[in-house]
């Protein structure tokens, strides 16, 4: 069973940018995509876009495109999800997840979200 | 975009069963997932293929998918299952999950 272990919580102002990390153990890295999901106070889930290791190749929902980076470090085992120009509206829990089969499928792994707080 | 909707909330007594929908436009035509996640926690898949319970979860949790409607069926609900629930489907590879539905369990 995959284990997906996030970074630690940040704080950024308007208009910064935000790098969360999520490092994958106890599987094959490149045989599975990855989804970054957020969720904001009190809301619900909200894709945000994937990556796939093994042709490092990512898309990303229209909501985020040219605002969101997804990128992987085989090297590492370790996925990352980096959001610009940041607004009090990015305040939100982001996890990663793992999809069950390899891809566009369930996930069946989550971690357990880093809470990412924008405020002057 | 392919929108997915649910009800904000259901409520039910313990022993009853819930159900709850995600609407979709010919969703039948998709692999609905669902999740379960309790305040604080990360998500936890609880169905997926539709009707499939991964390692764990209980014969009571069950699903159906057919036309416009995937419903998560949980039979003889207890004080443990009060939780947001989340369907969960692919459009041309991008991920579209229903706005959950808070379970209260009365």
């Known amino acids: 069973q995959v284990q997906l272990v996030q970074s630690g919580a940040e704080v950024r102002k308007p208009g910064s940018s935000v790098k969360v990390s999520c490092k994958a153990s106890g599987d094959t890295f490149t045989s599975y995509t990855i989804s970054w999901v957020r969720q904001a106070p009190g809301q619900g889930l909200e894709w945000m876009g994937r990556i796939i290791p093994v042709v490092n190749t990512s898309n990303y929902a229209q909501k985020f495109q040219g605002r969101v980076t997804i990128t992987a470090d085989e090297s590492t085992t370790t996925v990352y999800m980096e959001l610009s120009s940041l607004r009090s509206e990015d305040t939100a829990v982001y996890y990663c997840a793992r999809d069950g089969t390899g891809d566009l499928s369930y996930f069946d792994s989550w971690g357990l979200g880093t809470l990412v707080t924008v405020s002057s | 975009s392919y929108v997915l909707t649910q009800p904000p909330s259901v409520s039910v007594a313990p022993g009853k069963t819930a159900r709850i929908t995600c609407g979709g436009n010919?969703?039948?035509?998709?692999?609905v997932h669902w999740y379960q996640q309790k305040p604080g926690q990360a998500p936890v898949l609880v169905i997926y293929y539709d009707s499939d319970r991964p390692s764990g979860i209980p014969e009571r949790v069950s699903g159906t998918n057919s036309g416009n409607t995937a419903t998560l069926t949980i039979s003889r609900v207890e004080a443990g299952d009060e939780a947001d629930y989340y369907c969960h489907v692919w459009n041309i590879e991008s991920g579209v999950f229903g706005g959950g539905t808070k379970l209260t369990v009365l």
């Open positions: 010919n969703i039948g035509s998709n692999s």
